[in-house]
């Protein structure tokens, strides 16, 4: 009877278990796992864990026990795998954070040697001498100022004198330059000197009044006259300069450039008036020695480079703007004969000029062996000048002065002049030379 009753209490409770069941125990003291498929009055089937079924007779069934799944338990397992994700994805963004910031630091590792070796390459500590002659242009002399005084002379005066000069206001030259250049590393010192000179060949036509009185009622003689003769210009430049290398590099070095300039012009002229003697016995024959002298001073600035290339080749070159001012003067000694006897006068002119321009200069060197290399430059300077102040003397040779200047010594510097003329100073010109370097 016993034995019907636990039958019975065994297949009740398996009846009403839910085929979540986990644990059988056997009658005898066997225990399995696993999952119930099927059951009837009689058996029970079961799937093992390792996926393989196997049925037992409910006689032999002692016990079933139940394992209610419980909702919570994926929650848990679904946080603990986001959880592994996230941290995952941490180590992964850390690991690539990581790999940048190496990467990173290699490059500004290579970059900073790079940077040293373009310092050590850039290092340098020479002297370096140059000499250069070559043919170019300049224009020195100032004969259209001296051609408006006279003209300004016929509108003031019944007498006087204008010429008008058919030579070319630049002239040809021969040059020479000589320059000495120091380098330390990030800052150069530039010592140069140019010397240009030239021959020119006077042409043109003189207009001579003579005449006494003024206004309506003056009387005049007029003669023109062929004007021929010759002359020589000298154009003299000096230049001290001090170049830095705000970031000095092996192949391209840009400089900031400053430094102080001066100019000196001349030209020499032996001038021959020729004409025929006027109706009233006038001989306008004469003979005039000028001399015209300039000289300005004043600074530059600018900017310079140096390009070196194919290990042999470098090309240098510079951008200035030039200021500068400073006198002029033109001294005229005339020899004539008139109707009375031999005569000589003088005629002088001063005046101030601020003159402001600029230079270029380019340089192709080529080396030929260790420190000896030759060189092409091209140079051309212009300043424009204009006049600040001047003056005007005349006398006779005997210390008389002439009246007739007193209004020219005034409208002719302040007024005249700057609607008539607009001065120039130029100097240009191609050179070839050596260079030698002196390494420390």
């Known amino acids: 009877m016993k034995k019907i009753i636990l039958t019975l209490c065994a297949f009740i409770l398996i009846a009403n278990v839910s085929l979540r069941s986990e644990t059988i125990l056997l009658k005898s003291g066997e225990k399995w796992e696993g999952s119930i498929l099927a059951q009837d009055k009689d058996s029970l089937t079961i799937k093992l864990a390792d996926g393989s079924t196997k049925v037992f007779p409910k006689s032999s069934v002692r016990k079933v026990s139940f394992a209610k799944k419980q909702e919570p338990a994926p929650l848990k397992n679904e946080t603990q795998v986001s959880e592994k994700e996230r941290k995952l994805k941490e180590e992964k963004e850390l690991a690539e954070k990581l790999k940048q910031e190496e990467a990173d630091r290699k490059t500004k590792e290579s970059k900073e040697k790079k940077r040293e070796e373009d310092l050590s390459q850039a290092r340098r500590h020479y002297l370096e001498g140059s000499l250069g002659v070559g043919r170019g242009d300049s224009q020195s002399e100032l004969r259209p100022f001296f051609q408006t005084i006279q003209f300004a002379g016929l509108l003031f005066s019944s007498n006087g004198q204008a010429e008008i000069q058919t030579t070319p206001y630049v002239t040809r030259n021969r040059s020479a330059t000589a320059r000495l250049f120091y380098a330390w590393n990030r800052f150069t010192v530039e010592v140069r000197g140019t010397e240009a000179k ?150 002088r002119l001063d005046y101030q000029w601020k003159s402001i321009g600029t230079e270029v200069n380019l340089k192709f060197t080529t080396k030929v062996k260790e420190n000896l290399s030759v060189f092409v430059e091209a140079s051309n300077m212009t300043l424009n000048n204009k006049i600040q102040s001047g003056y005007i003397t005349e006398n006779d040779g005997r210390g008389n002065s002439d009246p007739s200047q007193i209004l020219l010594s005034f409208y002719g510097p302040k007024t005249l002049i700057p609607m008539l003329y607009d001065s120039k100073t130029s100097l240009s010109y191609v050179q070839v030379g050596t260079n030698y370097r002196f390494d420390f």
């Open 198 to 347: 030239g021959n020119l060949e006077i042409e043109g036509i003189q207009t001579l009044a003579f005449g006494s009185g003024g206004g309506s009622s003056s009387t005049s003689d007029r003669s023109t006259n062929v004007l021929v003769g010759n002359g020589d210009t000298k154009f003299q430049k000096f230049s001290s300069r001090v170049g830095f290398s705000p970031y000095p590099h092996p192949v391209l070095d840009l400089q900031i450039l400053g430094g102080l300039e001066r100019i000196w012009t001349k030209s020499n002229q032996e001038v021959d008036s020729i004409g025929g003697i006027t109706a009233t016995g006038q001989n306008p024959n004469r003979i005039n020695y000028r001399n015209t002298t300039s000289h300005l001073k004043g600074y530059s600035v600018g900017i310079g480079f140096e390009w070196k290339f194919w290990e042999r080749f470098t090309l240098q070159g510079q951008i200035l703007h030039l200021d500068m001012q400073g006198p002029s003067s033109f001294r005229s000694n005339e020899f004539r004969t008139d109707s009375t006897s031999f005569r000589y006068s003088q005629n």
